[in-house]
């Protein structure tokens, strides 16, 4: 193995030559340490930071001329640019990767230029998905998500619409923060549910956090999921017991007829007044990531108004289901109260649907269905309801899901239409809908193995620090190993899904935790649901899905920016296929 020795003005330089001037340093605003280099003839795609760092040097001392890159590629924006570059490059199966004409800093993993952070000038500068003007300032606008009939059908699942909610997307790092404002408000209670609750600083500091307003004479009280409570979470687990939290596992995972469904859930309620709701757990990879560091990319939700009644109506159900200390009294009381004030004040009741969706100053304004599914979506199934929003779709959708698994090849899917993973796939994946497009993003090598590359890549680089280059070695073709394997997982499907002209599938550059959906840039999705079956057909799961302008205009610039640091599925094997 031949291994060379770069400094930052070298790799510049090379960058710069390679790309005819499309790659340069980006212009310096304080003085920065020296960053070095190795690439080696073993892997020669990249270049490895020495000594091990943060990735942010190595993304934010470079420049990318956008601008430049469109009118080379012949291309109407920044996706369409990608689109035509990457569609004529190889696609390398062995690295799971394409094969990129010029080498690149590691921290980039399948970018072919420095992550974009910041979306400078239109959106329609780098995506022509949201160039137009909202569909909801059309004149005669007619969508079928306008309907009281659509909305009515969709509380047979037990759910129900309600309206005035005021809502705000949390990224990343974003929600750890509010999360700690919310447990410094409570003055009554705190009614949280999460999958995993780490044991790491951010999490203690949660964890205190709580155990102080407990002692404020706070009720707290957690949901969480029996397998990891315990096992690896034990000890964090007890620490919140021990502070007065009182806590209740999910047990589903090994019961016959519930066998592999975990707790999906990720809700906090404050005082019945406040909810976040979304796809992030409890842990450093959540609460430390900007979305670019090689943590969690992943959101959440804020919301006030009448839909935090529902969740935490659904809360208390599921917290006594499952054998939770007694003492809810009081909060139930309160929330019939609550749904009778709102009833009153015409914010809830199917009676108001065709006046709240019927106004165009009121159809996109806080509009929003809470879905607390149970386990093997016996209650509030959330599949059906994107199958309803799926086929009523007219022009687009775009959505985020970390996993896409379904056996195309599996003749028992094709015949089990009781899985409303089945219904799903089908949609996506049958015949070409006229005038509508998918836009999928979900992870390829670049995500690794999601957090658990995270606690391998901390591993990894401490074993070079301490010279040990046995176990540096080993530690490195493993994450890289089981990278490729999670890749193929997701390619076999999202290859499959490409299949349909309608679709188009994107892989993010680093590890993408987020569920959102967007469907005609009108209805938003937030949640912990992902188009898989465990989701689908087997776990508790928790999602807010919104006719709200503002909720709209943020989820819109999230997908931009999450699409802008994607690689597009294109290549020259993917274009013979079609």
Excluded at 249 to 274: C, M, Q, Y
Excluded at 425 to 438: F, H, Q, S
């Amino acid at each position: 193995m031949v291994t060379e020795h770069w400094n930052y003005d070298e790799v510049v330089r090379y960058l710069s030559e390679a790309t005819s001037g499309l790659i340069g340093a980006a212009p310096a605003t304080e003085p920065s340490p020296p960053l070095t280099y190795t690439r080696t003839s073993v892997a020669p795609a990249h270049f490895l930071p020495v000594p091990p760092r943060s990735p942010t040097p190595d993304q934010d001392r470079f420049h990318f001329d956008v601008d430049a890159f469109i009118q080379r590629e012949g291309a109407s924006d920044f996706m369409d640019a990608k689109r035509r570059f990457y569609g004529g490059l190889p696609w390398v199966a062995q690295d799971q990767a394409h094969g990129l004409p010029y080498s690149t800093p590691a921290a980039w993993t399948t970018l072919n230029h420095p992550p974009i952070k910041h979306l400078d000038g239109p959106l329609s500068r780098w995506t022509g998905l949201f160039a137009e003007p909202p569909p909801e300032e059309a004149s005669g606008l007619s969508s079928p998500f306008f309907d009281p009939a659509f909305q009515r059908a969709l509380d047979a699942g037990g759910s129900s619409l309600t309206h005035g909610n005021s809502t705000r997307l949390l990224a990343n790092g974003g929600s750890f923060q509010e999360k700690m404002r919310l447990v410094a408000d409570a003055k009554d209670h705190l009614y949280i549910a999460v999958m995993f609750w780490a044991c790491d600083s951010t999490a203690d500091a949660l964890t205190d956090a709580l155990g102080a307003r407990v002692r404020a004479g706070v009720d707290v009280r957690l949901m969480t999921e029996g397998l990891y409570r315990e096992t690896i979470t034990r000890r964090c687990i007890d620490r919140l017991e021990a502070a007065g939290v009182k806590v209740v596992s999910n047990r589903d995972a090994l019961h016959p007829k519930t066998f592999g469904a975990v707790l999906h859930w990720k809700v906090w309620i404050r005082d019945g007044e406040e909810l976040i709701l979304g796809g992030q757990n409890i842990g450093d990879y959540e609460s430390r990531s900007d979305g670019f560091n090689f943590l969690d990319r992943d959101n959440d939700v804020l919301v006030e108004g009448p839909a935090v009644t529902d969740a935490e109506a659904a809360w208390i159900e599921a917290w006594q289901a499952r054998g939770g200390e007694g003492g809810l009294e009081r909060a139930q009381v309160a929330a019939v109260a609550a749904k009778a004030m709102q009833v009153e004040a015409r914010v809830r009741g199917e009676a108001n649907y065709a006046r709240w969706l019927g106004d165009p100053a009121t159809r996109m304004q806080g509009n929003c269905r809470v879905l607390m599914q149970g386990v093997n979506a016996a209650i509030q199934p959330i599949a059906p309801v994107v199958q309803a929003y799926l086929e009523a779709s007219q022009r687009q959708v775009v959505f985020s899901s970390p996993t896409v698994r379904y056996d195309f090849r599996d003749p028992a899917n094709a015949e089990d239409h009781g899985l409303y993973i089945h219904r799903l796939m089908a949609e996506l994946g049958g015949a070409e809908r006229p005038g509508r497009k998918v836009v999928v993003i979900t992870n390829g090598v670049g995500g690794g193995i999601g957090e658990s590359s995270t606690w391998l890549r901390a591993r990894r680089d401490g074993a070079l620090r301490e010279r040990q280059w046995t176990l540096y070695a080993l530690s490195r073709e493993f994450i890289e190993l089981a990278a490729r394997r999670a890749a193929i997982a997701n390619r076999a499907v999202t290859r499959s899904l490409a299949q349909n002209p309608s679709v188009e599938v994107w892989t993010y550059f680093q590890y993408i935790h987020t569920k959102v959906w967007l469907f005609d840039r009108l209805a938003t999705m937030v949640g912990s649901w992902n188009l898989e079956t465990n989701s689908a057909d087997k776990n508790p799961e928790a999602a807010i899905l919104c006719l709200d302008q503002p909720l709209r205009d943020e989820v819109e610039a999230d997908l931009a920016l999450a699409l802008v640091n994607s690689v597009p599925e294109e290549s020259r094997e993917t274009t013979q296929v079609r």
